[in-house]
């Protein structure tokens, strides 16, 4: 009976996590859109856009997914008192999001700077939707080389992996 609540508070904890990590994401996603009106654009049907977002949606996703086993090791760690843990997790995921913030700000630059004659923005703006696949291309290509670095870098913070 006690490893089955052990179990539905972690199921119920990842959820949570999730729930926080897209809310955060979206709104940090609006944030840095060159000003457009994302919910209008949406409600408009700009499938550039939706694209896009979705992309960084996925690759904050594909970077936490790996990382949740590991903050369970963290949690259940006998050598960590709970506070400090939650503590961890909270600075861990913030450093998720730079990363996020990182490999999106660092993809549209290299495509902004290979395609000097396209103003990528502009064109998801106007539903451009072959801007929003190179553009999502380059995020998920940066994500897989700096998700492994994340995970390195959270195996760290575990006195049991080290």
Request: proline fraction near 2%; charge should be negative; charged fraction near 15%.
């Amino acid at each position: 009976m006690v490893a089955i609540l052990k179990a539905l508070v972690i199921a119920t904890a990842y959820i949570l996590l999730g729930l926080i990590s897209i809310l955060l994401s979206i709104k940090l996603i609006f944030s840095l859109t060159c000003n457009l009106d994302d919910e209008a654009e949406i409600k408009a049907g700009n499938i550039a856009l939706s694209i896009y977002i979705a992309t960084i949606l996925f690759c904050g996703g594909y970077v936490l997914k790996d990382l949740l086993p590991l903050m369970h090791l963290l949690v259940f760690s006998p050598d960590t008192k709970l506070i400090k843990a939650i503590i961890l997790i909270f600075i861990l995921l913030i450093g998720v999001i730079f990363f996020v913030i990182l490999t999106v700000i660092s993809a549209v630059w290299i495509i902004d700077k290979s395609t000097a004659g396209i103003e990528e923005w502009k064109e998801i703006e106007k539903n451009n939707v072959a801007s929003a696949i190179v553009i999502s291309g380059a995020i998920f290509t940066l994500t897989l080389f700096i998700r492994q670095a994340v995970l390195e870098i959270f195996q760290l913070f575990i006195p049991s992996l080290q």
